[in-house]
């Protein structure tokens, strides 16, 4: 059984993004997960795995620009900014990343159901906008 929980580091699928396509890719990666939720739109489904990376691009533009979770380990916070020269340096990332996080806590988005009513899954979701939208 695979890892599940409201944390970007408690679930198998922001874990695989973030050494996978992240580590090797930085800030590409990180534009094209975030591009592509943004393109989904609001009539269309967005599929649970797409958002769970989503959110981790946008935690990964939250820490790279000083507004990450407080309540992430060091060695977690050292993940996501393993390419955070690059990250802040493209600054459309944090536009994209709040439209993104809206779109996936939104409606016809999987993850949002699989959480829905669930208050700690929103008070994570709400935390991490507000952190993105401190630093715009």
Do not use: C
Not at 118 to 135: Q, T, V, Y
């Amino acid at each position: 059984m695979g890892a599940w929980g409201v944390g970007i580091f408690e679930d198998d699928q922001s874990l695989d993004w973030l050494a996978g396509e992240y580590s090797s890719a930085g800030a590409k990666a990180v534009r094209a997960t975030l591009f592509e939720t943004v393109r989904t739109g609001p009539e269309d489904y967005l599929e649970a795995p797409k958002g769970i990376e989503a959110r981790a691009a946008a935690e990964v533009v939250a820490a790279a620009n000083g507004a990450g979770d407080a309540a992430l380990e060091e060695r977690h916070l050292a993940i996501l900014l393993e390419h955070a020269d690059s990250v802040r340096s493209d600054k459309e990332l944090k536009k994209l990343s709040i439209e993104a996080v809206q779109r996936l806590s939104g409606e016809n988005s999987e993850i949002e159901e699989l959480w829905d009513g669930d208050e700690e899954w929103k008070s994570a979701i709400a935390g991490l906008l507000e952190r993105l939208k401190r630093m715009q």
